[in-house]
């Protein structure tokens, strides 16, 4: 069975630092896709990145980048320059392929807050 | 980029009740849809996969009968909870994955519903 551990419950970050939001995952599926969703207080999911279990270079989308060490099963996101819009729940999913049906599963989320 | 409606967007309904909540997607056909649900400063959990034409395939712990998941077309797919009780009230997420998607493929959410049962 698929599962996503996100160990951090809430992170705090200085604005225009970096920020580092961890994802562990488990899988037997040999292909699987690793996303990244931002959630701010109006509820609405926003994606951010994305990972192919076979993709060979680490996924960036301007601000957003994922740190994936497949052999550790770890998806980590990085946020450089944080802005103070950046605070959010932040969830970490993980899509399996035929196996797994499609559907997608989500880790408790970590929430973020940026300091001015 | 591509857009999911939930209809409504929230809803206060009296204990006993049902209510049908809505999920639509505007500009592509989604073969598959998911419902998930979410408490307060929790995850998504997901409830259900929605495949058009075929019966829904419902989560462990999830009451079929009380969650009633209808796929009528590539465009809509509608959550019902019958006999709504207050440990019901949350907020519902649909999501829709296109059409010939796969494990790569993006799945767009809708904005969800706030359901509250008094």
């Known amino acids: 069975a698929q599962k996503i551990t996100q160990t951090q419950p809430g992170m705090f970050v200085q604005e225009k630092e970096a920020v580092t939001l961890d994802c562990t995952y488990d899988?037997?599926?040999?292909?699987?896709?690793l996303f990244w969703y931002k959630q701010p207080s109006s509820g609405e999911m926003i994606f951010l990145i994305y990972?192919?279990?076979?993709?060979?270079q680490n996924a960036t989308e301007g601000r957003y980048s994922l740190n994936f060490q497949k052999a550790r099963k770890s998806a980590n996101l990085v946020i450089s320059a944080s802005q103070l819009g950046d605070s959010a729940m932040y969830f970490c999913?993980?899509?399996?392929?035929?196996?797994?049906?499609?559907?997608?599963?989500f880790g408790a989320g970590t929430r973020l807050f940026v300091k001015a | 980029g591509a857009v999911v409606s939930q209809h409504p967007s929230w809803v206060i309904c009296k204990s006993g009740t049902s209510v049908k909540i809505e999920c639509r997607s505007l500009?592509?056909?989604?073969?598959?849809m998911f419902w998930y649900r979410q408490f307060p400063k929790q995850s998504l959990m997901l409830m259900a996969t929605?495949?058009?034409?075929?019966?829904?395939?419902?989560e462990q712990g999830v009451e079929k009968d009380k969650f009633l998941i209808n796929h009528a077309s590539l465009t809509l797919s509608t959550l019902t909870v019958t006999s709504a009780h207050p440990e019901d009230s949350s907020f519902y997420i649909c999501?829709?994955?296109?059409?010939?998607?796969?494990?790569?493929?993006?799945?767009?959410f809708g904005p969800g519903t706030r359901l509250t049962v008094t």
């Open positions: 929605s495949n058009e034409g075929s019966k829904a395939t419902y």
């Open positions: 899988t037997s599926d040999p292909s699987y896709g």
């Open positions: 999501s829709a994955l296109p059409s010939l998607a796969g494990a790569r493929s993006e799945q767009y």
């Open positions: 990972q192919g279990s076979y993709d060979q």
């Open positions: 999913a993980m899509r399996e392929g035929w196996t797994g049906g499609f559907k997608t599963i």
């Open positions: 500009d592509f056909q989604a073969t598959t």
